[in-house]
């Protein structure tokens, strides 16, 4: 049995997509497709059925991967006992965290936890990559979530408020057309994936502006963002990523919202590993001393009266 077969099958089955599984496993996309291949003759069965739309797991591949995550958990349970026990203040932390969480504040405090901790190394996962934190691929989950899971431990950090934002530009267009963002003929971006935060964002828009003009839907909310720094329309966004851009202006006759709460969360295993534990005491630092920026100005104050 060669393991790395079942690893290339394991993120094909969590993906749907060869080149999603490619970058998750950070090779080429002809490689995923050759190792499939290879895998599906060397079992005399088709695994999964290819269409444009991606791949879909047959009932044969979907045998394969429960007995596959089967010993997946038994592994990932003997690796994380003995991990746990590990007291040392040095290796690797992996951590899986929303890319505009990383970049509006993690990023900006880890010079200072190199310093405090200089044998400590952090691999920073994209959430949308989804590794399994109980099959050990992961060590730290920070996800926007109201339903952490509950085989896991950790802590709430902070609510996130979301709020709808426009460019300079636009904002100044459709005042002196007269057009109120959440009237009849503006334009609205949609965000569209699967993540909590991507529901409430759609929710506050259908409950604020149900008739907009849709030209743009992104699958990602970097991208998100940057639609709307560009003028293409509204869009409702957390507030630590819009309020101090210099480019958007707070749509002011609709007012901001709490979205999910941003958790930390680890393995119980997991728990006890000093270079975990460090970890997870300096981000909850962070979110201590900067809440603030998640919640936005308006709701920040309103939280203090």
Avoid at 48 to 57: E, P
Wanted: proline content about 5%; overall charge negative; aromatic content about 6%.
């Amino acid at each position: 049995m060669d393991w790395d077969d079942y690893k290339y099958f394991s993120a094909l089955a969590a993906t749907r997509s060869v080149r999603a599984a490619a970058e998750q496993l950070d090779v080429n996309p002809s490689t995923v497709s050759r190792r499939l291949e290879h895998f599906e003759q060397r079992l005399g069965v088709q695994l999964f059925i290819r269409s444009q739309r991606g791949l879909t797991i047959t009932p044969e591949g979907a045998e394969v991967i429960a007995r596959v995550n089967d010993i997946a958990s038994d592994l990932g349970n003997i690796e994380g006992k003995l991990i746990g026990q590990d007291q040392r203040l040095s290796g690797l932390v992996r951590v899986v965290i929303p890319e505009v969480i990383a970049l509006s504040l993690l990023v900006k405090e880890l010079a200072r936890f190199q310093t405090l901790y200089p044998d400590i190394e952090i691999s920073m996962v994209p959430g949308h990559q989804r590794p399994n934190i109980n099959i050990r691929e992961a060590d730290v989950l920070i996800a926007a979530t109201d339903h952490p899971a509950e085989n896991l431990v950790g802590r709430s950090l902070s609510p996130i408020a979301i709020a709808a934002y426009g460019s300079q530009e636009l904002v100044d267009r459709d005042t002196r057309l007269g057009v109120l963002p959440g009237g009849e003929d503006n334009v609205w971006v949609d965000y569209l994936t699967d993540s909590e935060m991507s529901r409430a964002s759609r929710r506050l828009r259908v409950a604020h502006a149900a008739n907009a003009r849709i030209h743009v839907r992104n699958h990602s909310l970097l991208l998100h963002l940057e639609a709307v720094r560009q003028g293409l329309g509204y869009a409702f966004l957390p507030c630590i990523l819009a309020e101090s851009d210099p480019s958007l202006l707070r749509v002011g006759n609709i007012p901001p919202a709490l979205g999910p709460s941003m958790w930390m969360l680890t393995h119980p295993d997991l728990r006890g590993t000093k270079r975990v534990k460090v970890f997870m005491e300096f981000v909850s630092d962070i979110f201590d001393r900067r809440a603030h920026e998640l919640l936005g100005s308006e709701l920040n104050s309103s939280s203090q009266a």
